[in-house]
């Protein structure tokens, strides 16, 4: 495909519902990491999958936070029971593989949540 | 505790000037530092990494350990540098990325 994609792109939620976002790794990548941006921040690591293990969820800030990537491709993020705080640009970005010093992680567009 | 200290929110400069991006960062092993860059309405993505010693777009980062930095610079911005930068750590044996803050640099004509 062209690159990583996400959706939806904007999501606005009362507080108290779930939400669920989806990212479309770039084709054949081993590796996918979802991050949280706060305004006016830099990305905070949530978790990480190799394939469809999950590696490292060490960044999820609570047990609201649930990551799945059941086929080793796309991966959705939910988020049960909305608060103000969860409020950010989720991104996910995806690389080919455990490359180390040379990895390069490719960014998806984001989805902006705002919760109301 | 890994952390990464950009000082600066903004910089600007004016077209042909010198440019020097500063990054700090606390690790206690060897890191591996990168720069990504998000130009207006695109998506974050990779300007260079430590490892490969190379200058993209005329831009280049030196590794100081001893002073913890990874400063980037260019001699000569250009307005199509303006951007967000944000410089970034990753610990050995683990891709995850540590993110400093950002900087916004704006070059004016």
Redesign the interface.
């Known amino acids: 495909g062209a ?2 994609s996400q959706s939806p792109r904007y999501k606005v939620a009362k507080r108290g519902q779930d939400v669920a976002l989806r990212c479309d790794p770039i084709s054949g990548h081993v ?1 996918l ?1 979802w ?1 949280q941006q706060a305004l ?6 949530l978790t ?1 999958f190799q394939n469809e293990a999950q590696l ?1 969820k060490s ?1 999820l800030p609570s047990d609201r936070f649930f990551a799945e990537r059941p086929e080793g491709s796309v991966s959705t993020l939910k988020i049960q029971r909305t608060q103000q705080e969860d409020s950010a640009v989720y ?1 996910c ?1 995806s ?1 080919p593989t ?13 989805t902006r949540l705002t919760v109301l | 505790a890994q952390r990464v200290t950009q000082p600066e929110k903004l910089l600007s400069v004016f077209k042909g000037a010198p440019v020097e991006l500063k990054c700090n960062y606390s690790y206690s092993g060897s890191p591996e530092l990168f720069w990504y860059v998000q130009y207006s309405r695109q998506r974050l993505q990779l300007l260079l990494r430590h490892i490969s010693r190379e200058s993209i777009k005329g831009f280049t980062a030196d590794l100081n350990k001893g002073e913890t930095s990874f400063h980037l610079k260019k001699p000569f911005a250009q307005e199509e540098d303006s951007a967000m930068y944000y410089c970034a750590l990753s610990a050995y044996n683990t891709d995850k990325l540590i993110f400093g803050t950002g900087t916004r640099l704006q070059v004016f004509p």
């Not at chain 1, 455990?98 to 984001?110: C, D, I, V």
């Open positions: 690159g990583v590796s990491f991050y006016g921040q830099g990305p905070e690591f990480y490292d960044g991104l970005a690389s455990l490359s180390g010093p040379y990895n390069e992680q490719f960014f998806g567009p984001g």
